[in-house]
Structures are given as structure tokens and as C-alpha cells.
């Protein structure tokens, strides 16, 4: 009835509309994050539910393809561009001086995590018969689906209860960042594995494929960083935002081309190449102009995963699906909350940070897709990975919330809590717009100083500010602002803060002095009536 390209632009039409709507009507009425209602979509609409049906105008809109592949050549190869940009801009916001500087508490927690979720996930598959050894691909895939962790999640409940800067919270977001880097070279091994599994696997062919990973990885890496000055230096020549952006994008796809070629997945050179960006300066440009692309791509593509699920293959397993759950909130809870406890936490902080880490969402759900779509694994091991993403997902931020319902401090010695506790400056403005306003500047100032300011949330108004060492957390709730910081770095705060209150206070006065705000207000109105004349006062 139409061609493949017509088809494309409605499937990829009904995508968007679906997707923004359905979503949007799931975070209110649910209170699902935002994944997790694009997920749910896909799987209403996609060919093994609602898609297969005729719609008017159209017949099915999501039909199975000639080789029996839920989604079009087409929509793949645009859901693969979506987890190219997803996976860049990760890399744009990784704070590297975090993963190399940070605590010994958050390293530990990550790297512990991690082991213990990929032993699970992939016992899970070999006890239960889904796979017949530890070196086959699905049970290397259900590990490496165990490992990942959705910051963006529990960033938002520690921000919701003003627990970003406590010691729970700052351990937590340090470990997500090792659960990031150590997920993505874990995937790069595992696809390495099984895209070279004719030759027949030993554990002398893991170490090659694990040293080749861990080669390209740290080579590109290293590289990139050592370059990525000049590499800024060079984007500036073109003077231009989108110009800049755009060049900075088209490298990133370059990398993930020669990733794949290397036998490793594209998204990891996409991740490599914002990795080396997020040293530069123009680390907020290049997000700033990329947003709306993402904004558009990203929930295409977890629609896409969600279109995947054929539920058929899925029920029989529902129960497996159910202990890998089990396993994947244990291998979290316990993986990173038992190391907590040696590093200076009493049970009530061990629990909140297990707890944290305990959410998966967009690199588990990549690298579902990835283990699909190459054939490694087949839609009841799919299934197996969306179900454990969907309940980690909506655990986590009910556990956590009820974590932090007790007061009590989650570290041993009440003398490093007193240590701990950061300085806040609190700002009350009359109305919201004006908090905001006064919000934007501050954001601007600190830009201006050559901070690293990234905002974790585009549905909250909490930023982390970070320079070498320094480290701010800003806040905007309704008509407040609040900044914490360490005790050391407090007189630069209030500083640039007064600095700022300072030049708006001139600014309100020029404002009064110089400019005459009745006589525009009369030609704005006058204007509207079609009168020439001007105001006279």
C-alpha cells in the first residue's frame, strides 16, 4: 500500500506523537519515569500488540517484516543513530575527575556492584538452563544487563529530599560513574565474545578479547583526552554553536564507525568520544545545541525497545524473569551496600546507598537491544532483561524514598558526620519567575568562571558545579535557591552569589533611572489601538 520510505515517516510520526503523549500521561497519572512510559508505549503499540492491527487510513502501522524482525530496516537504523547521540552526550556528562579522583568509597561500591550483578545475571541464565555454560552469549548478556544503573533516577529522589550533598548521596552518584565506564567495557568484551564465538571460546580467547577491549578503550580514551584541546581549539574556528555542535556529533559517529570495526559496539566509541569532550569548554555548548535532537531521538529509541518484547516468548519465562529481578535487586543492594559498611557507613547508609544503585534504565536497555539485534539472544531473554529493568526501575525510588524516611545519619562516627555536613546559602524570592531569573545568573556566573556546571535533570532545576576540586550542588525549588558546598569553599560561594545579587540590584536601579518603563508600556498598548502618537508623561 505505501513505500518503504511513507511508511518510515508515519511509523517514525506515530513514534513521537505516541511517545510524548503517552509518556507524558504515564509520568502524571503513574508517576513512571520518563523511560519507563516510552517503554510501555512501544510495547502497547508495537507489532506483537496494538501495531499489528489495521488503523484507519494506514492498515498496520507496525507490522512484522518479510524476515519476521519487529521493527523496519529503517526504524532500526534510527534507533541505532538514537543510541549513538544517548551514548555521546553520557560521555559529554561524565565528570572524569569524579571516576579519577574520587573516593575510595565510591570505587569500591561501583567495582563491587558490578562483579557481583554480572555473577548473578549470568548464573541466572546458566541454572536455569537458558544457556549451557558461562561463556555463551546469553548468559554473558543477562550479566552484563545486571550491571548497569540509572543515575538520573535516583539523582532526582536525593534531590527531592535534599540529600544530593550528604554522604550517602555524593558515594552514590561516584559509584554510578564507575557503574558507567565499567558497564560500557564490560559490553565491549562481552560483544567482542560473541561476534568472534565461531572461532570456539576458551578462557585464552577471553583475555584477548578482553585486552583488545580494554586496548581500544583505554587507547581511544587516552587519546581523545590528550587531544581534546586541540580538538577544541579547532571546533572554535568555526565561530558558530550549531556549527560546532554539529562537528563534534559527526566525529562521535566517525569513532562509533571505528569502533565497529574494531568488533566492539558503536556506542562505545560515541561514549569515548563525549568522554573526551567533557574536559573542554565547550562541553554546555555542544549540549545545549544537541537537546532537541535528543529530546526527539531518545524516546524513539526506547519505544523501539519496547516494540521489541513479543510477549508470547516472554510469558512462559515470566518466572525466570521474575528471579532475575530477584537477583538483580539483591546484586545491588548487597553488592554495593555490604562494601558500604567497610568504608565508614552504619546499616542506615549502607541500606540508602544499595538501594540507590539499585534503578537500570538507558545502558541496560542498549545493551538488550545490542544482544537482540545481533542475534546473541532471543526474544524470551529480551523479555527476561525489560521485566528486571521495569521492576529495579520502580523499586528503586519507592525504597530509597523510605530509606531516607529516617533520620538517622548513615555514617559509624558521629564526629565524620559533623565533618560531612556541607554549608547551605538559602535565597527566598517572592515569587518562582523571580527565583528562576536570579537562578539563570548565578548558572551564568559560575559558566563565566569556567566552572563544569551540568544540570541532572530537565524536569528539575538542581545543577552540579564542579572545578577541580570544588564542588557546588544548586537547587531551585519553587521560590528558593540553595547552594551547598564543603565548609572550605563557602566564602567563594557567598561570594560569587553576592557578586551577582550585587549587579542585578544596578541593574533594577539603571533600570529605574535611565529607562521611562511607563512611556513603553503606553506605546506597546497604544500600538494595538493603531495610535502614532507618542507618550508623553
Partial sequence: MFSSEIRFIFQLGILIVCTRMGGYWLRRWLRLPGVLGELVVGMLIGPYALGRLPWPLIGPPFPLSATGSPVSPELYAFSTFA??????????????????????????????????????????????????????????????????????????????????????????????????????????????????????????????????????????????????????????????????????????????????????????????????????????????????????????????????????????LFKVGLVYSLFAIVSKVGGCGLPALFCGFNHHGAARIGVGMLPRGEVALIVAGIGLTSGAIGQDVFGIAILMTVITTLLGPMLLTGCFENPAPGLRHPEDVAKSQSKVIRLDFATADMAEFVLARIVRSFRQEEFYVYRLSPDAWTYHIRKENMFFILECDGHEIQLSTAAQYETLARLMVAEEMLNLRSMLHMAQDHVDLDSMEHNLVAGLFGEKEDFQP
Avoid at 561463556?135 to 545486571?146: E, M, S
Wanted: charged share 10%.
Fill in 83 to 316: 543510541s549513538i547521540v544517548l551514548l555521546f552526550l553520557s560521555g559529554l556528562e561524565t565528570d572524569l575527575s569524579t571516576f579519577l579522583r574520587y573516593s575510595v568509597a565510591g570505587t569500591v561500591v561501583g567495582v563491587s556492584g558490578v562483579a557481583l550483578s554480572f555473577f548473578l545475571g549470568a548464573g541466572c541464565a546458566v541454572w536455569f538452563g537458558l544457556a549451557p555454560g558461562w561463556l555463551d552469549p546469553r548468559a554473558l548478556f543477562l550479566g552484563a544487563i545486571g550491571t548497569a544503573t540509572s543515575v538520573g533516577i535516583t539523582a532526582r529522589i536525593l534531590s527531592e529530599r535534599r540529600k544530593m550533598d550528604s554522604p550517602e548521596g555524593v558515594t552514590i552518584l561516584a559509584a554510578a560513574v564507575f557503574d558507567d565506564v565499567l558497564g560500557i567495557i564490560l559490553l565491549a568484551i562481552v560483544v567482542g565474545m560473541v561476534r568472534t564465538e565461531s572461532a570456539g571460546i576458551s578462557w585464552r580467547h577471553v583475555l584477548y578479547v578482553a585486552a583488545k577491549a580494554f586496548g581500544f578503550w583505554i587507547g581511544a580514551t587516552a587519546l581523545g583526552l590528550l587531544c581534546a584541546r586541540r580538538f577544541s581549539r579547532f571546533l572554535k574556528h568555526f565561530k558558530s554553536a550549531p556549527a560546532i555542535a554539529a562537528l563534534a556529533l559527526g566525529f562521535g559517529l566517525l569513532l562509533a564507525g571505528l569502533s565497529e570495526m574494531a568488533g566492539l559496539a558503536m556506542i562505545i566509541g560515541a561514549y569515548i568520544m563525549g568522554l573526551s569532550l567533557s574536559r573542554t569548554d565547550l562541553v554546555q555548548v555542544v549540549q545545549r545545541e544537541i537537546e532537541g535532537l535528543h529530546n526527539v531521538l531518545v524516546p524513539v529509541f526506547f519505544a523501539t525497545m519496547g516494540m521489541m518484547v513479543n510477549f508470547n516468548q516472554v510469558l512462559p
